[in-house]
């Protein structure tokens, strides 16, 4: 028996009780190890950190919450929009701007007043987001090639639209070297 988990039309999870397969629509090509940064649920910095095999930073740009009130809940959404930065070391891996939801009191006090990062909310509530991948892209921006991606993440009591910019994609071919690279070197 198969059983189909559709993402959304840009991506397709099916998978019995022995098999996975995940298919993405991208219009341009990418790499294997793309695909798993695109279809990262709610785990992108701990895929990074595994990756690079160092640690990485989120830095908050900007975040606008709505008033609190007497506390998140259905009846009563809390709403903030936010810009981090994944990082690691001076380098800026991921630029993540996000519309956060919040309707538990719960997600609440980890978003608000213990500042947990996104993904961290969910990793703490032991809970596996529902996710869906609206769009996948990829240009050249200053020379360097960008890959782009929206999606949802939704569990109880919060749900998040979060569009990412991965700003080089020369990070997934060169890793180390990459990291390594500083421009202002160069003559």
Known sequence: MSTSSKINALARDT?????????IDCPQPITGLERIMLVAQGDLQRLLSAFLGRTINI???????????TGASPQNPIK??????LKCGARVLCVATSSVTVTSPECERLLLDERFALGQIFRHLR???DFALLSVGAQTVDGKRELR??????????????????PDRDMFSS????????PAREP
């Open 15 to 23: 998978y019995t009780g022995a098999s996975t397969s995940i298919e």
């Open 59 to 69: 830095e908050c740009i900007y975040s606008e919450t709505s008033s609190r009130g």
């Open 80 to 85: 903030q929009a936010r810009q981090v930065h």
């Open 127 to 129: 809970r596996y987001p």
């Open 149 to 166: 991606r929206t999606y949802t993440l939704h569990t109880e009591g919060i749900m998040c639209e979060i569009l990412e910019v991965f």
């Open 175 to 182: 890793g180390e070297a990459w990291l390594a690279y500083d």
